[in-house]
């Protein structure tokens, strides 16, 4: 299991808009293939913090995961909302 956590912060006056923006890349990417978990997270103690939590069977759905039309929105649409660059650690999931 290939397992992606990605921090994003954004703007405090783009807390809304952002989670707008990821429910339709999260709506898109637990209906792939491929794809076991899809969680959007949101730090309560730092509300413009989160945390998506991506699980796929494997690195080539994670690439596949990259080429949908859900994803390439997304990730035009976020740049304006940040207030930082995405910071990503990955893992391999051993025990769902």
Known sequence: MHVTLVEINVHEDKIGQFIDVFRQNHLGSVQE???LRFDVLQDPETPTRFYIYEAYV???AVA???TTPHYKACVEQLEPLMSG???KTVFIGLMP
């Open 33 to 35: 293939a491929g794809n």
């Open 58 to 60: 494997d690195e080539q």
């Open 64 to 66: 596949m995961h990259k």
């Open 85 to 87: 660059p995405r910071k």
